[in-house]
């Protein structure tokens, strides 16, 4: 079965930098979209970043775009989370997923139930 594990995550001053990874194990991942989404307390899960097959990538917020950057390396079986510029209210527990239902996908989804499998999330935590 496919396992993804995150890390990366901690406690940071506002304006800070972090990255994020998100290791698969069990299989390649090589053929299948992979995704970001965060949760703070008391909200729903939120879309952050989407990245396809070949790194097509697909972001949740017009503020995202500039300070959060997704990468994959598929000979590592890994996706990274690169975010620039952290704000407080990017404090959130940042959940990885993967959609094993399309390979080779044409289109990103966004939603969490579009996954199949999740990891254990990692605590981001920016101090203002």
């Known amino acids: 079965q496919v396992q993804l594990v995150e890390s990366g995550g901690g406690l940071v001053q506002a304006g800070g930098s972090l990255r994020l990874s998100c290791a698969a194990s069990?299989?390649?991942?090589?053929?299948?979209?992979m995704g970001w989404f965060r949760q703070a307390p008391g909200k729903e899960r939120e879309f952050v970043s989407a990245?396809?097959?070949?790194?097509?990538?697909?972001y949740g917020a017009d503020s995202e775009k500039g300070r959060f950057t997704t990468s994959r390396d598929n000979d590592k079986n890994t996706m990274y989370l690169h975010i620039n510029g952290l704000e407080f209210e990017d404090t959130a527990v940042y959940y990885c997923a993967a959609d094993l239902s399309r390979p080779h996908p044409l289109t990103l989804p966004r939603r969490p139930e579009d996954y199949d499998v999740w990891g254990q999330g990692t605590q981001v935590t920016v101090s203002s």
């Open positions: 990245i396809a097959w070949n790194g097509g990538a697909a």
């Open positions: 069990g299989r390649p991942l090589s053929s299948y979209a």
